[in-house]
T-cell receptor, first 112, second 116 residues
Framework: QKEVEQDPGPLSVPEGAIVSLNCTYS??????FMWYRQYSRKGPELLMY????GNKEDGRFTAQVDKSSKYISLFIRDSQPSDSATYLC????????????FGTGTQLKVEL | GAVVSQHPSWVICKSGTSVKIECRSL??????MFWYRQFPKQSLMLMAT?????????EQGVEKDKFLINHASLTLSTLTVTSAHPEDSSFYIC????????????FGEGSRLTVL
C-alpha cells in the first residue's frame, strides 16, 4: 500500500463547476499538507499549505484536512479552463527533514 | 512565492555522455535543495537532498556515482547525470526550501532529458 493514494483521473468538468480533489494517506505522523499544481512539462507550483487539521481558503481554492480520517481535499470553485493541470497532494512529518511524500497527481481538465 | 530557476529546460544527448543540470534560487538563499525525477503520468520521486557545503544525501536505490550532486553555494545546486543511457531519460525537477520551519518547497520548471 502506498503511503499516499490519489486518483490519477483524468477528471473532466465543465467551466464553472466546483471541483473536488482528494488524497488519502496511511501515515498518521503526517502533519503538513500541501497541494501543488503542475502544468504539462513544468515544475509543480505550490497552491495551498496547511498544518494539521482544518480548512484554509485562498481565493477560489479551499484546502481541507481531516486527520482523523487521514483524508485531505482541495476544492476549486468556479473552475476555469486555465485550471486544467495535474494536481499533486504532498505531505510531510514534523522533523522529517522536509522530505515530502507525493501522491501520483490527479489530471484535471476544465472544458468550455 | 519564491523563484527557483532550472537550466536547461530540455536537453538531448548521446548515450555515454554526461549532462549537467543547474538549479538556482533567485530571490532567496537555500541551504537545502532537493532533486526529483518524474516519469510520465507518475509522481515525483525524491532522488537526493542537496545540502550546501556538504555531501548530498541519496535516497535508497539512487546511484550516487551516476547522479552527482554539488551544492557549492546558497543559491546553486547542480545535478550531473554521468554516462547517460536511454533509461535515464526523464523529467528532472529541483526544489528549494524556503522557510526552515514550515518546510515550504518551491520547485524549478524542470529539465527534460532525452538520451539517444
Amino acid at each position: 500500500q502506498k503511503e499516499v493514494e490519489q486518483d490519477p483521473g483524468p477528471l473532466s468538468v465543465p467551466e464553472g463547476a466546483i471541483v473536488s480533489l482528494n488524497c488519502t494517506y496511511s501515515n498518521s505522523a503526517f502533519q503538513y499538507f500541501m497541494w501543488y499544481r503542475q502544468y504539462s512539462r513544468k515544475g509543480p507550483e505550490l497552491l495551498m499549505y496547511t498544518y494539521s487539521s482544518g480548512n484554509k481558503e485562498d481565493g477560489r481554492f479551499t484546502a481541507q484536512v481531516d486527520k482523523s480520517s487521514k483524508y485531505i481535499s482541495l476544492f476549486i470553485r468556479d473552475s476555469q479552463p486555465s485550471d486544467s493541470a495535474t494536481y499533486l497532494c504532498a505531505m510531510k512529518v514534523t522533523g522529517g527533514g522536509n522530505k515530502l511524500t507525493f501522491g501520483t497527481g490527479t489530471q484535471l481538465k476544465v472544458e468550455l | 512565492g519564491a523563484v527557483v530557476s532550472q537550466h536547461p529546460s530540455w536537453v538531448i544527448c548521446k548515450s555515454g555522455t554526461s549532462v549537467k543540470i543547474e538549479c538556482r534560487s533567485l530571490d532567496f538563499q537555500a541551504t537545502t535543495m532537493f532533486w526529483y525525477r518524474q516519469f510520465p503520468k507518475q509522481s515525483l520521486m525524491l532522488m537526493a537532498t542537496s545540502n550546501e557545503g556538504s555531501k548530498a544525501t541519496y535516497e535508497q536505490g539512487v546511484e550516487k556515482d551516476k547522479f552527482l550532486i554539488n551544492h557549492a553555494s546558497l543559491t546553486l545546486s547542480t545535478l550531473t547525470v554521468t554516462s547517460a543511457h536511454p533509461e535515464d531519460s526523464s523529467f528532472y525537477i529541483c526544489s528549494a526550501l524556503a522557510g526552515s520551519n514550515t518546510g515550504e518547497l518551491f520547485f524549478g520548471e524542470g529539465s527534460r532529458l532525452t538520451v539517444l
